[in-house]
Structures are given as C-alpha cells and as structure tokens.
C-alpha cells in the first residue's frame, strides 16, 4: 500500500510539476506580449509627442509671422521705394478780378430770367404761382382760397398749435423735415 501511495504520490507531483512548469511558460509567454505591447505604446507615445512638437512649432512659427508681416511689408515697401525721387509740385493761387472768373452782367440778367421763367410759366401752374397761392390765398387776401384748409384761416398764432392738433413735436417734426407738409 505503501508503494501505491508513493506512486499516487509521485504523479501527483509530475502533474503538479508539469502543471507548474506549463503556467510558467504561458506567464513567461504572457509577460513577452505586454513586453511587446509596452514597446510598441512607448514607441507611438513617443511618435505623438514628436508629432505634437512639430505642430507647436509650425504653430509658434506662424504666430511669429503674423507678428512680424507688418514690419517684413514695410521693409519690403522701403526696398522697393530706395532711390525713388519723389516728386515735387508747388500750387499757385492767382486771385483775379471778379469780371475774370464771374459771370458777366449778361449772363447774370440771362440767369434771373431762366429762373423766373421756371417759376413762372406762361400756362401758369408753376411753382412760383402755387407758392403766391400758398402764402396770400388764391384771391390776394382770401385765406380761405383753394390752397388753404378753412379750419386753420382763423388761427394765425404759430407758436402754438391750432386747436385740432394733439401731438404738437409731431406736428413740428413733420413740418421741420419736409416729408410733405401735411398733404
């Protein structure tokens, strides 16, 4: 019984020992893998960073020019511009008499027509004749003509605003600018 037991005891230990042996040899093969898994990381590790200072140097490179293009423009201005002769002018001013550079008495008279006769055509209408209307009334001293509202005849004090008005800065702002008075 003795030796069935030895023997028992003997291939339990082989089986633990080849057991052993074969754990060892999966750790030690395990142990290679992260070796190489290490490797390879410390290598890319090292490849992104080299990577990342390529970028901040282009990027540092870049900021600098930014910086500096307004001074490379200007020297580059200056280099094109050296031994260029500017040149020089001197403006005279001459005041002559008035009959040189005016209209003549002529033109003058001929110019007082054109506009009279713009304001004043002969199939009336004009512009000077629906302002006489405007300021005297279409009868002289009728204000209460054609042109002229008969609720503002009575009312001659302009300071104020005629009774039918209730927002007088309004009334006055319309007035004031010329958007068309009203009509």
Request: aromatic residues 8%; charged residues 15%.
């Amino acid at each position: 019984m003795q030796t069935q037991q030895t023997a028992a005891r003997s291939a339990g230990y082989k089986t633990a020992l080849d057991a052993a042996l074969k754990q060892q040899g999966n750790q030690a093969a395990v142990a290679g893998a992260l070796g190489n898994i290490g490797g390879t990381e410390s290598a890319a590790t090292t490849s992104a960073l080299k990577q990342l200072a390529d970028m901040g140097a282009l990027d540092t490179a870049y900021s600098q020019a930014e910086i500096d293009a307004p001074l490379t423009r200007a020297a580059n201005v200056a280099q094109l511009l050296r031994g260029y002769a500017y040149p020089t002018t001197t403006t005279e001013n001459y005041k002559g008499p008035g009959s040189v550079y005016g209209p003549s008495v002529f033109q003058q008279i001929a110019g007082l027509g054109s506009l009279v006769g713009a304001l004043f055509p002969s199939g009336g209408g004009g512009a000077g004749t629906q302002l006489i209307n405007r300021l005297f009334g279409s009868g002289g001293n009728n204000t209460t003509g054609s042109d002229v509202d008969p609720r503002y005849a009575p009312w001659t004090d302009y300071s104020t605003p005629p009774p039918e008005i209730q927002n007088w800065e309004a009334w006055t702002q319309h007035w004031d600018y010329g958007d068309g008075g009203g009509e």
